[in-house]
């Protein structure tokens, strides 16, 4: 294929695909102020922008542009989102290298995801509430916090490094058991998941619903947050353009 | 970030429509969706050094010792212990906070708008 050493003056920014036809012209400016249109192929539509010619350096609102862009084709039926930072080299490539090969995926794709939204859920400790709680069932850590309040901190300086140890190690194990649990109970609700590393969190994930359970996803949230409460703090991001949902299958450009 | 709370647990459950802060937008759109294969696509300056940067944890001090101190500082006879907001900023806000400055660095060089209005408004 040449059409990737096509100029730079032509490369169109991809948002995400749609059934061709199935939602109006997108008036918000895409990604470095540019208009928004759509290259049609075989009954799926990729929306598109025509970048300025030469370097192009991304800023803050573009990236807030590609997902409001996003938004905008989401709250008007279906969309595939695409990753930020796609860029082809033509209408001509947008329609060969990418709609043309991926029709039957992309069809697919947009009958699984129709309806469907995308909630961004984080959850947290209230850590003073998860610390008194490992405190007062660790005998070795309750003591420990006693022999190490009041004095100085040198002098404590391994007593408070074992403390420490023993409290992230429970902090630790907590954090797996109710983000498993937490997990369990919304993914019951939901119609597939997309687990991340919650870092100091005990719970980062996406979660696609449908729309028949959509009712039901958030009465499960407001349970679980009204069970746990005060120890946790959960966050809830959404209805998003399910974005952690839609993958192609890999390999399949190399064929 | 949120704009809506509602429900008896309240202040455990915060809901927004959409991502605000630059962490959260990153989320939905750096390495989910559709990623178009690198041999066909056109590379665009920036991006390469944005997905790396916004994996970037800045560590904060040193674990152990911040939670000895946690413990250390809990007053185990009240419920609602004094320096909880405090506490809470330092710990798990920080690294976000953190991640986001990396990020903004390399989006924003030298002194962009944006990074200007962050900064007011935090």
Known sequence: MTST????????????????GAIPPIERQGVADTAIYAVTDGGVAALVSALPPG???????????????????????????????????SEEAVRREFLEPRR???????????GHAQLNVRVAYDEDVVLQEIVAGDPTIAQLREQTRGISEDAGYSLRMQLGELVAAALGSARERD??????????????????????????????????????????????????????????????????????ERGAWES | M??????????????????????EVLDVILDKGIVIDAYVRVSVIGIEVLTIDARIVIASIDTYLRFAEAVNRLDLTQTEAAGLKELREGGSKRKTEGAIEGAKEKLTPGGDKDKEREKSKS
């Open chain 1, 5 to 20: 050493a096509a100029p730079t003056t032509s490369a169109l920014f991809i948002y995400g695909v749609v059934a061709a």
């Open chain 1, 55 to 89: 370097e192009l350096r991304i800023r803050r609102r573009d990236l807030l542009s590609h997902l409001r862009v996003l938004e905008d084709a989401f709250a008007e039926g279906t969309v595939v989102p695409c990753a930020f930072g796609m860029v082809l080299s």
């Open chain 1, 104 to 114: 039957d995926e992309l069809l697919a794709l947009l009958r699984r995801l129709e």
């Open chain 1, 179 to 248: 983000g498993q649990l937490i997990l369990e109970r919304l993914a019951s609700k939901a119609a597939d998941i997309a687990v991340e590393d919650p870092g100091d969190d005990v719970l980062k994930a996406s979660f696609l619903v449908a729309p028949k359970d959509a009712d039901a996803f958030d009465r499960e949230i407001e349970r679980v947050a009204e069970e746990q409460a005060p120890r946790l703090q959960i966050e809830v991001v959404g209805p998003l353009p399910p974005s952690a949902f839609a993958t192609l």
């Open chain 2, 2 to 23: 949120a704009v809506a709370t509602r429900g008896t647990a309240s202040n455990y459950l915060q809901r927004a429509p959409s991502p605000s802060g630059l962490a």
